[in-house]
Structures are given as C-alpha cells and as structure tokens.
C-alpha cells in the first residue's frame, strides 16, 4: 500500500458543513479507481470557517491541507496531489510551501489540542504512535506524591474557569483518609458559545483518559467517571470506543500495565442541565439525583461521591496531564506568565473572521487573540467588545484589549478566564440585549435553591427586558446593581454568584447605551425591535411600491411615484421594507 | 384486545430497560433516558411503574424528571426542529430563524409541538458548533449557517415528504 493518506475531518462541526458527503464522495472514488491509498478519518483541527477540511499526505508535496472541501473538488485535488500537480483548490495549510492559513498556527502553542485534527479518534494505535501511554508509564514507576510535586510544580491552574490549582486539588484528595476514592471529568461544557472541551472529546478522547488514570493512581482512586453533556453525541461516541479499546489493552481495568493498580472508568450522560458544570451538582446528578449544589465544606475531596472522597477536573485540564508527566514541569512552565503557567485553549466565535479553536500560551494580549490568531472582523462594522467566560462572564470593551491572557488580569476587567469561550461582538449587537440574553439564560438554568439566584436572576431579567422594550426607569439601574450585590453574595453556587457579571460589565463598560435605551428610547444598535422604527426618506423614495406590496400588515400609504408612507402605529418592525428596497430609502433607527 | 396487549408489550420493554440497569435508583437519570428514547417522552402510567419498581417514591423520580431538560413529560412531535440559541448563535441572527419557525408553525415558546403533531420546535443553549452559528438541527441533521429562508425551505422539504408518504 502507498503511503498516501486522505483525511477527513468529522467532528460536529465538519458534519454540519458536508464533511459526510466529502468522505463518502473519496470511498466512491478510491473503491471505482482501485486506489491504493489510505482514507481515514479525523477530527477537528480547529478552523471550524474553513469546514470541511481534508488532508493529504504521503507524497513529496508534504502534507496539504485544504479547506471548503466539496465532494466534487476533492476529486479534482486528489488526482492534483497523486500526479504530483500543483493543487489548484484552496490550500489553507501546507507543510512544504506557502498556504492561505500557515501563519495562524505559528502563533499558537497546542499542547491540549496537539492530536486534534491530526490523528485518527477512533483509533488506539493512532494515539499510541504519538508518544500516547507513554506518561502513564512512566507515572506507575513514579512515587505517588512526586506525581502531585510534578502537577503543582508545572503551576496548572483548573481550566474550567475558576483557576485554582490542580496540584493542590490533588494533595487534598491525596490525604484524604478513605478507602474508596473517585476521579471525575467534567465534561458537562455547557456555557453557550464554547466547544473547547467538545472538540478534545471528539478529537482525542485518550488523552482524557490517560489524565484520568495517572490522577487515579496519583490520588489512590481506583474508580472514574466522565460526566459529559448530552448534546455532545459525537463526543460520547468516540469516548465509549477509547474506553473499550483501552480496557482491551491494559490500559484500564484491572492490574494495569501489569501493575496492582486497577481504575475503572464509567461515562456518566447528562440530561440537560447548567447548573451540572458546577462540582457539587454533577455529583448529585450522577448519583441520580436533581442536580442540586451543596454548601461547601465539605468539599468533594473530604466527601463527595457517595460520601467518598473525590477530585473532579475539567476537560481540559485532563488533557494537560499526560504531557506535563512527559516533558515536565519546567517544560510545561516556560510556556505562559509566572502566576498563569501553559496554554489555553479558546473557542472563537461570533462576529470574528476565522471562528473555531485555538491554542495560545498565557500572557498574550486579548488583541493578538481576535486579530492575529482569529484574523479579526469578520463585518464590516467595527469591533464593540468581546465576552469571555459566558454567562459567569463579561464583556470586554476595545479599551481593555491590551489585557493579557492570565487569570488575575482577566478578572481585573470584571469578566473572567472562564472556560474558554470569546464572542466577538461588533457594533451592530446590542450590549443590553446581550446582558438580557444570559440573564435569560441563568434564569433558566438557575436550580432554585437559592432565594437570590432563584428570584432576583429573574427580577432582573424582568427589568433588562423592560429596559428592552423601552419601559426601562433610571432608577432601574440602580436596582440593578443592587440585585446584582445581592444574589452574588446570597448565592451557594458559581452559577448564582456569578450570574450579574453580564450585566454588571455591560453596565460598567457600555452605560451610555443603557442610558439611550432608558432617557432616549432609542437602542443604538438596532437590535431591540421594540425601540427600532422604520422610515421612508422622502428624498430617497421614488415611489416604486416595492416596500408596501412586501408589507404584511399593509400599513406603508402611497401609490406609484409619490413619496411613501409608513403608519407607526400599525408598523410591527418586521424589516421586510428595509431590505425590500433598492433605493436605501427606508431608514432604521 | 389489542390495545392492552400493546400496553403489555411496552412495559416488557421498561422491565428490560430496569433489569439492564439492575433496578438501582442512582441510574435513574440513564434509566429515564432510555424510557423516553422507547415513548419519545415520558408517560405518566411508566414512571409510576418505574418509581415502584426501583422502591422510590413518585415524588423522587417527578422531582428528577421534570429537573433535567431534556426528560419530557408531554409528546413530542414526529420531527423534532432544535434552534441552537447559543452566544454565537444569538449574536449571529439565531432570533430571526426562532420567529420564522414559530410563525410559520403556529408554535411559541410555551407551545412547542404543532396540534397535527408533526413538528415539535425547542430552542436549545448551545450545540457548541459555535463556528457555523446559528446553527439548526433537523432531527439528526446539523445545518450550518442557518437564515429564515433556508429554515423555512427545510421544514417545506418535511412536509412535503410526509404528504408524498400520505
């Protein structure tokens, strides 16, 4: 067989854009031509705008990777690649020789996504042939406690967001006195916009699981759960296989690697719920319970799991884990700021030019994120501010782009690392709406324990709807900060004392467009349809009857060739005037 | 006749699901999954059977059911239209799509299946395809990039299988 290999990228966000197809197309024409070359299947590399993307290796060319691949011009490449022709579609990265994308990944450290979009996830060996095991190895002949030494030394804070430090997580766990002792993953990614965590589970599910069990060992648990989100099929799939296909090969199960040290790894599916993300909820909820938080102390690691002690890290933290054993701390540390160490992964997304995932070392600035690694704008309109950390989070305005990439930095602006989430906003997106968007949705998702949480969550979302539709108050304001105050101090969870930073970012950084909402009745952005109005300037309108005929409720007056008229009374802010003209005559405002 | 017996099959079919999780109740949550991927939501007469068989009471297991989104206790529609309404998605026109949808099915954010039960529209948090927001999916099928008219088209693509079948 040649060495020539096809890879497709089948990850969530290949499939929604025809990576189906594109495979399918390839087995098509490698069956019909008697090709002698490898097709495969990948996951996600990352460049969710260039979806879907293919890979060709094996030949003197290098490895080309082109992206908006169509069943059809995959064709065209492959027989381009195979006669040793220039490829004539569009090449996005290339090992050898220039390419549209090259640049954007010299910009990044991937040290979480160093398989993503590379190797096969479905396939063990794959995984192995990238030095994959091997810290597990290593970690069974090591001490315990030197272990945790390695992991609090390589300076790893928990990459769900809240950034405390693994190592010491670990010691606790470790001390812990107990004779039964849990490992969790925490899969359950749910803040909308981010898919950092989905992409690792789909793209390289062992390396979850070889953090795992080096944890297990380190920490003396001999049992492990992963609790992921449902809505993540894909990644629940390709985690089920990793898992058989490491039992079969020693690598979990009883007496791994030959060793007395045996850790069972179940998958534990979610059914829909926030507030799960936070720990002491997701254990209730694998314990098939409502997942409801619980006051801490105790914390998991004195009792969690059925009362046994527990350490729960996120996704990507346990993804960390095996190549910090590997190449050690120091190595691990020269990545990142002193306090901040390594990399982190974000999930760009919004009104960005190239969307998708992305690797940086800590210390860089916010800047250098959205426009050398993301590309910048993807509108035309300019840059308004960037939100991090989801509904827990903030919005960054254009002055604090400086900010660099570290814990302590980001949560000086008020917004926080998060989990990985950067939704770029332009100047056509409403800061009150967005403030509304994830009280609404904290709103949702709060439990209802809380009193706070529970009830002022939704009196806020009351207001910021009021404020929405034109009914806002200025005193609101000042009862919004003062709910605000409130639910973060009586709230248990990071749900609740986390839920105002949305609002209370927006309103530090973006009042002046709460002010116009409330004294001018006016939403500068033109979101909020109850503030918007459509007129007809008559000095544009020719009087062609194109808007009157597109208008559902008839209330635009005029015959042919006199000025139009629109009644704002009956007018319900459908738009369809507005991009009905040709003339640029009707104005929204 | 006929009725009962069908009765009797579909609670076979919950014994099964109960014995494959050995009838222990801190796998309610998957036990519960799996009774509604069988009904396509979760019949009141199954999980009083469920309760009683796992000895928790009803209270308990209505308290899980109706704490997780995605267990239902009406039925659902025979396709079922997810709006993804996600940051990304939101701040990229996902409401547009949402009001079409709703418009065109007679349905709200209350009433989320049509009465001919054919369609059941829900909005969902975020499917974390952030990169091709707003996104949509079609029962299985994902689609990327989703405007009104493209929705639109697609539920017409539907409805016009189901009354070629009819």
Avoid at chain 1, 399 to 426: E, F, H, P, Q, R
Avoid at chain 1, 495 to 507: D, F, R, S, W
Avoid at chain 2, 94 to 117: E, F, Y
Wanted: aromatic share 6%.
């Amino acid at each position: 067989m040649s060495n020539v290999v096809v890879k497709v990228g089948v990850a969530s966000c290949g499939l929604a854009a025809g990576a189906g197809d594109v495979f399918s197309r390839v087995q098509e024409y490698i069956s019909e031509q008697k090709l002698d070359i490898s097709l495969v299947k990948t996951a996600c590399i990352g460049m969710c705008f260039e979806e879907p993307i293919v890979a060709l290796s094996g030949m003197d060319a290098g490895t080309i990777i082109m992206g908006k691949v169509t069943a059809d011009s995959i064709i065209e490449s492959l027989d381009d690649y195979l006669a040793g022709n220039p490829i004539r579609q569009r090449v996005i990265l290339a090992e050898k020789g220039d390419a549209i994308h090259n640049e954007l990944l010299a910009n990044q450290k991937r040290i979480v996504l160093r398989n993503c979009g590379v190797i096969n996830p479905e396939s063990l060996p794959d995984y192995e042939a990238t030095g994959g095991y091997t810290a597990l190895r290593i970690a069974l002949e090591m001490e315990r406690e030197d272990i945790i030494t390695t992991i609090k030394d390589s300076g790893l804070r928990g990459r769900g967001g809240a950034g405390f430090s693994t190592g010491m997580k670990w010691g606790f766990a470790f001390n812990a006195v107990g004779d039964k002792k849990y490992v969790v993953c925490n899969a359950d990614e749910g803040d909308p916009g981010a898919f950092m965590d989905r992409s690792v589970l789909e793209g390289d599910p062992h390396s979850i699981l070889e953090g795992m069990a080096i944890g297990a060992f380190a920490m003396g648990a001999d049992e492990g759960y992963i609790y992921c989100r449902a809505e993540y099929p894909l990644a629940i799939k390709h985690l089920k296989i990793a898992i058989a296909d490491a039992e079969q090969k020693g690598y979990l199960g009883n007496n791994i690697l030959g060793t007395d040290f045996s850790f069972d790894l179940h998958i534990k599916e979610g059914a829909g719920a926030f507030v799960c993300g936070e720990e002491t909820a997701l254990m209730a909820s694998i314990e098939g319970k409502r997942g409801m938080p619980t006051i801490r102390p105790p914390f998991p690691a004195e009792s969690g799991l059925w009362g046994k002690p527990t350490n729960i890290n996120n996704v990507e933290t346990w993804a960390n884990i095996s190549w910090i054993i590997n190449n050690g701390a120091d190595a691990y540390k020269q990545y990142g700021t002193e306090k901040s160490t390594g990399t982190k992964v974000f999930a760009l997304a919004g009104k960005i030019k190239n969307s998708g995932l992305i690797e940086v070392p800590m210390g860089v600035t916010i800047r250098d994120v959205i426009y050398k690694v993301g590309g910048g704008m993807k509108t035309e309109l300019p840059f308004k501010a960037v939100q991090l950390g989801g509904p827990s989070g903030g919005c960054i305005p254009e002055a604090l782009l400086d900010t660099i990439v570290d814990y302590d930095s980001i949560n000086k602006t008020g917004a926080i690392m998060g989990s990985g989430g950067m939704v770029v906003m332009d100047q056509g997106t409403c800061m009150v709406d967005v403030a509304r968007f994830f009280l609404n949705f904290t709103q949702n998702e709060s439990c209802g324990k809380c009193t706070f949480c529970r009830i002022g969550t939704r009196r806020m979302l009351e207001i910021l709807t009021n404020i929405t539709e034109g009914k806002g108050k200025l005193e609101d304001i000042t009862t919004l900060e003062q709910l605000a105050t409130n639910i973060i101090k009586g709230s248990l969870c990071g749900l609740g004392q986390t839920a105002p930073n949305p609002v209370l970012t927006t309103l530090k950084y973006f009042r002046d467009e709460y002010l116009a909402h409330i004294e001018e009745k006016r939403c500068p952005a033109g979101v909020c349809t109850s503030l918007l109005r459509y007129e007809i300037d008559p000095e544009k309108c020719i009087g062609c009857t194109a808007c009157a005929r597109k208008c559902p409720v008839n209330c635009i007056s005029g015959s042919v060739k006199q000025v139009h008229n629109i009644d704002q009374d009956l007018c319900i802010k459908c738009g369809a005037c507005y991009s009905t003209c040709k003339f640029g005559a009707v104005k929204k405002g | 006749m006929d009725s009962a017996n069908n009765a009797a099959r579909s609670f076979n079919k919950v014994i099964e699901i109960l014995d494959r999780y050995d009838r222990n109740a801190s796998k309610i949550i998957p036990i519960l999954q799996s009774v509604q991927e069988e009904y396509r939501y979760l019949p009141q007469e199954v999980l009083t059977f469920v309760a009683t068989s796992l000895n928790v009471s009803p209270a308990r297991l209505y308290g899980v059911a109706t704490f997780y989104s995605h267990f239902s206790l009406e039925p659902k529609g025979k396709h079922i239209l997810k709006m993804c309404d996600g940051t990304a998605c939101h701040v990229r026109g996902s409401s547009a799509v949402i009001d079409a949808l709703r418009d065109k099915l007679g349905l709200s954010a209350k009433k989320i299946t049509t009465d001919d039960m054919l369609f059941t529209f829900e909005t969902v948090s975020c499917l974390g395809a952030c990169g091709l927001a707003p996104v949509l999916v079609v029962d299985e099928a994902i689609h990327g990039q989703v405007t009104p008219e493209v929705a639109l088209q697609l539920l017409d693509e539907i409805v016009q299988k189901e009354q070629q079948h009819a």
